[in-house]
């Protein structure tokens, strides 16, 4: 069964080549976000990551060996005026736009389970 899990994982990575591209990931400073930012960039995509969790994105960037293609930008995604500031860093940053979108921040207006 190892052997393959470990057929299907090379499989995959050779036919979704990800060299050379650009994903923006919103809550990417933990969870889901965190290991879509790391798997991204260990595939060989650059990418843009953004969180309120300035301290977070920091802290999980450090611990990543690929940490060049990692580009920490603090985004509040309520805030349109700081979305606007993600997507202009995401354009200037290389020499490509980017190709993938990760939303992963967690917000919600309403706070109370029975509102939701």
Same mark, same amino acid.
């Not at 990575?13 to 809550?27: Q, V």
């Given at each position: 069964?190892?052997?393959?899990?470990?057929?299907?994982?090379?499989?995959?990575?050779?036919?979704?080549?990800?060299?050379?591209?650009?994903?923006?990931?919103?809550?990417?400073?933990?969870?889901?976000?965190?290991?879509?930012?790391?798997?991204?960039?260990?595939?060989?995509?650059?990418?843009?990551?953004?969180?309120?969790?300035? *301290?977070?994105?920091?802290?999980? &960037?450090? %611990?990543? @060996?690929? +940490?060049? $293609?990692?580009?920490?930008?603090?985004?509040?995604?309520?805030?349109?005026?700081?979305?606007?500031?993600?997507?202009?860093?995401? *354009?200037?940053?290389?020499?490509? &736009?980017? %190709?993938? @979108?990760? +939303?992963? $921040?967690?917000?919600?207006?309403?706070?109370?389970?029975?509102?939701?």
């Amino acid at each position: 069964k190892q052997q393959q899990q470990q057929q299907l994982t090379i499989t995959m990575t050779s036919w979704l080549n990800l060299t050379g591209r650009k994903a923006i990931i919103t809550g990417a400073a933990s969870g889901i976000g965190s290991a879509v930012a790391r798997t991204l960039a260990l595939q060989g995509c650059s990418a843009i990551c953004s969180d309120v969790d300035i *301290d977070g994105m920091l802290l999980m &960037s450090e %611990s990543m @060996l690929c +940490n060049e $293609a990692l580009h920490i930008v603090p985004c509040d995604v309520r805030d349109v005026h700081q979305v606007r500031n993600l997507m202009e860093v995401a *354009d200037n940053e290389g020499h490509h &736009s980017a %190709s993938i @979108l990760v +939303n992963c $921040a967690g917000v919600t207006r309403d706070a109370t389970i029975d509102k939701m």
